[in-house]
Structure formats: C-alpha cells, structure tokens
C-alpha cells in the first residue's frame, strides 16, 4: 500500500461526485449483460468434456469414429410365481418389447432370450434398448417409452415391470430434483432479507445489500453465459454462482452498512459518516474480495474444465459484487442519507442495543485474560472435530448414493443391479486398431470375451455393441458387483492391467481404453488427487501474500493462512463424520454413504478459504484501525472484537442460511456441499474469529504487527491503508460538498 489515500476511498468519492453515473451505469451494466445472455443462451458441457484421463480418451475416440454413444435403457420382467419359461411369461415380455419399438423412439431393442439376458434364477428377463437421437437430450422424448411400459405393466399384473435408464432417470431427475433444487436456491432469498430485517430493524436498510447481490447475479450470469460459447460450462453453475454471490454480496454491503450507521449512532453527520465507511470498510470489502478471487482462481490450477467454469463463474460474481459494493453503494446511500432506514420497526433496535452491550463485553475481557486457556480449548474442539478428515474416502457418487434409498427409481435401480450384476453399469472397453476385420484383431476380441469371465469378475454376456469401418470396436463388459463397490472396483483394476494386456494390446497396433461409469469415477478422482496439491499451495500462497502485503504484518498473514486450514480441516472432518460414517446423519436427513463426492473436497476448499477471509479481513481490519489510532494491542483487540461481533454474527447467519438450503436438498453431493459449508461458516465466525483469533493475538500481543525491514522495504514504507485519517474525511467531505453544489447551485450560498 502507497502513504496516499486507500483504492476505497477514491472509489467512494468518485460515487458521490457522480452519483447518477455511478447507479445509472450500474442499472445500464445489469441490464445490458443479462439481455445479451439470455439471447446467447448458455451451453453447457458435454459428457466427454467431464471426463478425465483413460475414459476422456475412449470417448473421443468413439466420437472421432463416429460412434454414438445413445442413452441405454432397460426394462425388467419378474415374477415370484413363473419362470422364463412360462408362457405368460414369455408372452409379457414379447409385448412390451413390441410396444417399446413401436413407439418409433428407440434402437437396438435386444431380445432377452436371444441375448441370455435371463436371471440365475430364470423368474426374471432384462430387455434392453437404446434411445433414438442425442444421449443428453434423451430424457425429453422418453415419455412415449414410459407411457408404453405403463400400459403393458396394467396389462400384466401377473409380472412385476420395472424401467431404469439414463433417459428416464434423466426425466425424473428433471420433473423432481431439479425444481427442488430451484426452488430452494430462491428461498435463500427471502431468508436472506428475513435476517437482514432482523440485522438492521428497518426494511430499506435490509433491501439495499439483497438488492445489489440480486443485479450481480443477474451482471455475473449474463457474462458467464456468453463466456460459456468459448468454455462449456456445468449445469450447475450458475445454481453456485447464485449462492455465492448473495452470500457475499449481502456480506459487502453489510460490512459497509454497518459501519456508516455506526458511525452515525457515535454522532457524526451522515456525510461524514459514509465517508469513514468508505474508507474503512470499503477497503474491508477490496482486500476480501481480492482473496475470494485469489482462492477461486485456484481452480483454474485442477486440468479440468469442470472446476475451470465454477471458477469463472465464481470469480465473475464476486468482483461485480465486490465493484458494486464500494462504488453504487456509497452513491446510494449518499442520496439517501438517513432515510436509509426508512421502514424501522419498532422496538427492534432498542432491543438489539441492549442486547450487545455489556454482558458480551464481560465475555471477551474474561477471555482475554485468560489467552492460554481460550486458544488451547478452542483449537482442541477444532480438532476433535477435525480428527475424521484423516480417513477421508472420496469418490465420484454413483447414482444410487446420490438419492434416499427409498426412492422408487433407486429401488429399481438396486433391483436390476441384484438381479443382472453390472447390467445398469457395464464397463466399455474401446478398442482400435489398423484392421480390425484381420484375423489378428478378431482373434484378440475372441480371447478378450473368453478371458474376461474366466476371472470371475465379469458377467455374461460380453458384447461387441458397435464398430466403425475407421477401426474402433467398443466392447460391453458387465462387472461384478454392483457397479460401484469394491468388488466392481476390484473388476476393473483387473480389467485394466491384467485382461486387456494379455488379450488386446497383446496384439501389435492395438490400443485399448476403458469408459463407463466406474472408470470415469475412477479416472476422474485420480485427476483430482493429482490436482489437489498445486491448487492448495497456490491459493495459500497467494492469500498469504495478499494478507502480508495489506496489513504489512508477517504475523498476520501466518496467522491467517493457519486459521484458515484449522477451520477447513474442521469442516471436513464434521463432513467425513455425517456422510462417510453416517454419524448425526438423520439430522441433516441422510446416511452414511461411505465416501464423500470426489469434487467436493478441492471445490469446498477453495470456497471456503476464500469465504472465511470475509470475517478475518473484517475483524483484523479493525483491530488494527483501533491499534493505528493509539490503543495498545490488547485493548485494539478487545475493541475490534467487540465492534465487528454484530455485523458478523449477522453476514454469518445469512451464510448459514444460504448454504443450508443446499443442504435441504436430496442430493447427496449438494447435501454435502450444502452442510459443509454451513457448518465451516458457523465454526469460522464462531470459534475461529471469536475465540482461537483473539486469543492468538492477545498471546503474541505487540509481534502480532511484526513485519521483517526487507518486506517492509519491499512493499513501500508508509502508512497501513487501513488507517483512516484526517486528510481522508477531508478529501471526502470535498467530495460530497462537490456534489452537493452539482445538484443545487444555491446551496452554495
């Protein structure tokens, strides 16, 4: 930071000078970016663009020959009383492979008889067809498919029909979770006002932060989709990047909002008032948005294009926030003034004032006269709860972990898997070659079908689904178990380095590569595993430059990366104990699943260093405006724990809040994201800053501003920026009295 006046500042000063250009250039930029989104539309990623490794490759490969890959769909017949053999039996099952290819919508219907798709027990029969068409748009012409399956299961009580497939668990995916998920993004809204109501006790105070995160959103997810036509995005993007921007958003404007009516309840005109705010809390908001997008950029550092558009999308929303925050806003509430809290409820405030005084104060003097025992207590919580994290198991969900088990499409799901292991997840083995018609190759593919079940780890029957005139054959392979367990993983492993080496490959000119769902599991947590150490060093590394250089403490800065990784590991330990273990897990409406969804770790790391840095940046912000202006550390730290614990408490609710929802939902990974992130918010802004923060500081006390002569030389000698002094509030005041004249000349006189 340079001796002159702080970014903030400036900002804040150029809003009141030019108030209308600064909301109706906002308004123009909302507006602007959110048409030219919605008539570019977003694209969204592809199946082969989320693969990874071996799998990415049999995919392109398969494209490039020009084989599709449609939805697979499958239709199982069971009955208790008859067997396959019976005539009723048999005659059910000719019907409804009659009525699924009359409905024009599907390929490849294989007969089940012909094909020995009949149970070890011969009382159940799996048909087995493709959707005509595009696999990702699939779900939208599967009702004809399923409105025949339902007449022909009225037809025949006497045999149980069940129906499982991409294109139909995509349409109940669409017509059940997805609105559930959009209905609980938007809830997040009204309890995001609900609490800022409750916060400020007046409703246009509470509309102005819900209202700026709202138009970033809307500025963010325009951009997001135009950028989406050079970089497919996920689905889910914008759902992310919806609850991103109102969590931080709300929290920006609040910093401010908070601050310029303190200062206004200490006595100071609302001018001068939005003046400190400016310069202080604005600066606040700067140096934690800049580490947000620091965290975020982290991303970028994964190789894969999934995490590279939550980054995008991120990132987009928290700086258009972040702008907002310290450029609209000033001008906002300069034309406001006190009218900001127009709409005061009654009583509220009162209330609230009484409530924050003394017996809050009595809490943090009684712990900061006893440093030691608060920070060893409140770091051996953290790693209690910390302690499951070390026996994390992560991979990528299969579909029935993803739902409650007694979802009816789950059921069927487990029902096939019971009755035809690895039917509903069949590895696919890609196998190219010069001349795949020579006698050679043929003779590989014969070896290949014939050593496979030999091993006890594969299902009959293996099938050569497809093949090009370029070369490429691909190969179904049912595994064993139930397609995702240890005995499919097993499966797998085998196929790969045992079976395909001594049959395929074998053969020179040959190459092989495994897809499916279990290898693209499989694939996609080893490019996890390799990515998750340069995005961890890299976000670490930069927030610790970041914290050096803005608070010009070497202290600080460590400090704060530790603190960070202390809260994080906390988190995932309660994550690891709920869904890995299933403890506690009814109360969040699940169970123990084993694992935790494979992209969860780096994704919530990432989020979660970022978020945390709003508190820390704000509570260290204050603790050293008070230390700058003459107070001994001890009593800076008292005094800006004491100033920063409502706002806070307050931006800390709403996160809460907002993550929660997620946690609402039946997904199991949105569930986990939802409730680890919540439950790292509330740890952060409770225990860490609360507690573990103020009692380090109190324990370091005058070293915690330690900063070695060489970074101090470094970094440019001069005053902290955060420090707000008198030629700010003058340069500011000049300011508003500028605008001033602008609006009325008269005023002058």
Aim: aromatic share 6%; proline share 4%.
């Amino acid at each position: 930071m340079t001796a002159g006046r702080n970014l903030a500042a400036v900002l804040g000063g150029w809003s009141v000078r030019h108030r209308v250009a600064a909301i109706g250039g906002w308004l123009v930029v909302v507006v602007v970016t959110t048409i030219l989104g919605s008539v570019a539309g977003q694209r969204q990623m592809t199946v082969d663009e989320y693969a990874a490794g071996e799998s990415a490759q049999a995919i392109r490969i398969l494209e490039q020959a020009g084989i599709s890959q449609p939805a697979g769909e499958m239709v199982m017949v069971r009955s208790a009383a008859m067997t396959v053999d019976d005539v009723a039996f048999q005659g059910a099952v000719r019907e409804l492979a009659s009525a699924v290819q009359q409905t024009g919508q599907v390929t490849n219907v294989i007969d089940p008889y012909a094909a020995g798709l009949l149970s070890a027990d011969r009382h159940s029969a799996l048909i087995r067809f493709s959707m005509s068409g595009r696999s990702d748009t699939a779900w939208e012409r599967v009702q004809p498919i399923l409105d025949a399956v339902a007449a022909v299961r009225a037809a025949h009580p006497e045999v149980t029909v069940e129906q499982f497939g991409e294109a139909s668990a995509g349409r109940w995916f669409n017509d059940t979770v997805l609105k559930d998920f959009h209905r609980a993004e938007w809830t997040a809204i009204p309890l995001a006002l609900g609490i800022l109501v409750v916060a400020f006790g007046a409703l246009l105070a509470a509309v102005l932060p819900v209202g700026l995160a709202m138009t970033a959103f809307f500025a963010a997810n325009g951009l997001l989709a135009i950028i989406s036509h050079r970089m497919h995005v996920d689905s889910t993007a914008s759902s992310v990047m919806l609850l991103v921007g109102l969590a931080v958003g709300v929290d920006y404007c609040l910093f401010y909002l908070r601050r310029e009516r303190e200062e206004r309840e200490a006595g100071k005109d609302p001018a001068t008032a939005l003046q400190v705010a400016a310069a202080t809390s604005g600066r606040a908001v700067l140096v934690s948005g800049a580490t947000v997008v620091v965290a975020m950029s982290g991303m970028f550092l994964s190789g894969m294009l999934l995490f590279n558009g939550f980054a995008v999308a991120t990132i987009s929303v928290v700086l258009i926030a972040m702008l907002g925050s310290v450029t609209v806003l000033p001008a906002l509430l300069s034309v406001l003034g006190a009218k900001v809290d127009l709409g005061r409820i009654p009583g509220l405030r009162r209330r609230q004032k009484n409530r924050k005084g003394s017996r809050a104060s009595r809490v943090w003097e009684a712990m900061l006269a006893r440093p030691w025992a608060s920070a060893i207590a409140s770091t051996l919580f953290l790693l209690v709860l910390a302690a499951p994290m070390v026996g994390m198991r992560t991979e990528k969900l299969s579909f029935d972990k993803q739902l409650p088990a007694d979802t009816p499409i789950v059921r069927t799901y487990h029902n096939i898997a019971r009755t035809f292991p690895g039917g509903p997840a069949p590895a696919r083995v890609v196998v190219r070659a010069d001349g795949v018609d020579t006698a050679k190759v043929q003779q590989a593919i014969a070896d290949f079908t014939a050593a496979a079940p030999a091993t006890g780890l594969f299902r009959a029957p293996i099938r050569v689904v497809a093949s090009s005139p370029s070369g490429v054959t691909e190969i179904e392979v049912p595994l064993a178990g139930s397609g995702s367990d240890a005995t499919s993983v097993r499966a797998l492993r085998v196929l790969r380095k045992d079976v395909i080496p001594a049959t395929l490959t074998n053969v020179q000119g040959v190459s092989a590569y495994v897809a499916g769902d279990l290898a693209f599991s499989s694939d996609f947590n080893d490019q996890l595993g390799r990515s998750i150490v340069p995005v961890l060093g890299f976000v670490m590394g930069i927030a610790f430059l970041v914290m050096l250089f803005a608070f010009r403490s070497l202290t600080i800065a460590v400090v704060s990366i530790v603190l960070n990784l202390i809260s994080v590991s906390a988190a995932f330990g309660v994550l690891v104990a709920i869904f890995q273990h299933g403890w506690g897990a009814g109360l969040v409406g699940t169970t123990g699943v084993g694992a935790v969804e494979s992209w969860i770790p780096l994704f919530a790391f990432v989020i979660l260093f970022g978020l945390s840095m709003d508190y820390h940046v704000f509570v260290v912000s204050r603790i050293r405006e008070a230390h700058d202006s003459g107070m001994p550390t001890g009593a800076a730290i008292l005094a800006g724990i004491r100033s920063t614990a409502g706002v806070v408490t307050s931006a800390a609710i709403i996160m809460v809040g907002v993550f929660a929802v997620l946690g609402s939902l039946s997904m199991q990974d949105f569930k986990q994201l939802g409730v680890g992130l919540a439950v790292a918010i509330l740890l952060d802004a409770t225990v860490v800053r609360a507690v573990l923060l103020p009692s380090i500081l109190s324990l370091l006390g005058d070293r915690t501003w330690y900063l070695p002569r060489w970074i101090d030389r470094l970094a440019g000698r001069g005053r902290d920026a955060a420090a707000v002094t008198d030629r700010d509030l003058e340069q500011l005041r000049d300011d508003e009295l500028a605008a001033v004249r602008r609006r009325s000349p008269a005023a002058e006189a």
